[in-house]
C-alpha cells in the first residue's frame, strides 16, 4: 500500500529515505548506485526500496470524504 | 578485554573485541538484540481516522517508528510503581492531529507531536499515511519501554553482527603470480603489487577462502585470529550506537550476576 517504515528482514528504518531514492531514480541514476549512496548495504534493504509498489494513490481514488462531512 | 573501535558514525559502530570467546561475543549480541530497552509506541487511540488507511495498519506502523530514548527518564512498565497501568513515568503521549485541506497531503512521523520533548521520532521524514482531500485523522498514542524479546519494534539495533578476524597469509616461497587469486577474491583483499602479492583491507575479508581453492601453489592461508571478533552495530536511531554497546554489557553483568548469584544459594 505504503512504503513499509522497516526493512522485513533487518528492521533497519527504510521509508524515511523512499522518496529521495524515488526521485533519483527519476532522474535517471542507477537504483543500484543510489542504493549504496543511501548507505543500504545489504540486500534485504534495497529489495524492500526496488521492489515496492505504492498503489496508496489507486486506494484514494475511492476515497469517500464528501460521506463524512455529511454524517 | 580489549575493544578497538574501527568506524563510528551517527548511527553505526564498527569495533575489535579482543580476549573474549565466542559465547562472550554471542551473549553480548544476543543482550543487545533482545534485553537493552528501547522507547516505542505500544498502545494507540484512534480518534477519528477517514484515511484509506485501516486503524491497525496505522497502529502497526506508528509502533515501528523509532523514538529517541533517554533510558534513566522512564522506567519499564514492569518495574514501575504503577505496576504497568501506565504513568508519567513509565508512558508517554504523543498526538497527531491532520486535516488535508482541498489537496491531498502526506502525514511525516515529524507530525506526532510529543508531550516530552526527548521522546520524538528518530527520523521526522517516515511517511505514517497519505489524506487526500478533506480526510482527516486524529490520533493518540502512547510509548513505552520495552524488550526485543518482548516485540522486534522494540529493538535499538536494525542489525548487530560479528565475524572472526581474518588473517590472510600469503607464503612469498609458494607463489607463482599468476594472479587467479586477485581475480577470484569477491572482496578485492588481494593485490598484484610489481613482483609481489599484496594484502589490502583485509578485515572486509569474508573468509570464503576462494582464493585457497584457486591457489594451485597452495601459497596462501586464511585463518582467524583466536578469541577476536569483529563487531558491526548498527542503530535505529532509537539510543546511539556507542550507549547501546556499553549498556548491553552493563546488563549482562548485572545477569549474569544474577545467575550466579542463584547458582551459589542452591
Known amino acids: ?71 | 578485554m580489549e575493544i578497538t573501535i574501527l568506524e563510528k558514525t551517527e548511527h553505526n559502530i564498527k569495533f575489535i573485541l579482543e580476549g573474549m570467546d565466542v559465547a562472550f561475543a554471542n551473549a553480548l549480541r544476543r543482550t543487545m538484540l533482545t534485553r537493552l530497552p528501547a522507547m516505542a509506541i505500544d498502545e494507540v487511540l484512534v480518534i477519528e481516522n477517514t484515511s484509506v488507511m485501516y486503524d491497525e495498519m496505522l497502529a502497526h506502523r506508528l509502533g515501528l517508528v523509532p523514538l529517541t530514548t533517554i533510558l534513566e527518564d522512564y522506567n519499564l512498565p514492569d518495574k514501575c510503581d504503577c505496576e504497568g497501568k501506565g504513568c508519567s513515568l513509565c508512558q508517554c503521549t504523543l498526538t497527531l492531529e491532520k486535516e488535508a485541506g482541498d489537496e491531498e497531503i502526506m502525514v511525516f512521523s515529524r507530525d506526532l507531536s510529543s508531550q516530552d520533548p526527548k521522546v520524538v521520532p528518530a527520523s521526522g521524514d517516515i511517511p505514517l499515511v497519505k489524506l487526500a482531500p478533506h480526510q482527516r485523522i486524529i490520533i493518540e498514542a502512547y510509548a513505552r519501554l520495552g524488550r526485543g524479546v518482548e516485540n522486534a519494534k522494540f529493538q535499538p539495533v536494525a542489525t548487530v553482527a560479528y565475524k572472526y578476524v581474518p588473517l590472510v597469509t600469503v607464503d612469498k616461497s609458494k607463489c607463482t603470480l599468476c594472479g587467479d587469486c586477485v581475480e577470484v577474491c569477491p572482496k578485492k583483499i588481494l593485490r598484484l603489487n610489481g613482483n609481489t602479492l599484496a594484502t589490502q583491507n583485509t578485515l572486509d575479508c569474508s573468509l570464503c577462502e576462494a582464493c585457497v581453492e584457486e591457489c594451485e601453489a597452495g601459497a596462501i592461508t586464511i585463518d582467524s585470529k583466536p578469541d577476536s571478533f569483529l563487531f558491526k552495530v548498527e542503530s535505529t536511531g532509537s539510543l546511539p550506537p556507542e550507549e547501546i554497546v556499553v549498556k548491553s554489557a552493563e546488563l549482562l553483568k548485572e545477569r549474569v550476576q544474577v545467575a550466579l548469584d542463584f547458582a551459589n544459594s542452591l
Open chain 1, 1 to 71: 500500500m505504503i512504503i513499509p517504515v522497516r526493512c522485513f528482514t533487518c528492521g533497519k528504518v527504510i521509508a524515511d529515505k523512499y522518496e529521495q531514492f524515488k526521485r533519483e531514480v527519476r532522474q535517471g541514476d542507477d537504483p543500484a548506485v543510489v542504493l549504496d549512496r543511501l548507505g543500504y548495504n545489504r540486500y534485504c534493504c534495497r529489495r524492500m526500496l526496488l521492489s515496492h509498489i505504492d498503489i496508496i494513490d489507486n486506494f484514494m481514488a475511492f476515497a469517500t470524504t464528501e460521506g463524512v462531512e455529511q454524517r
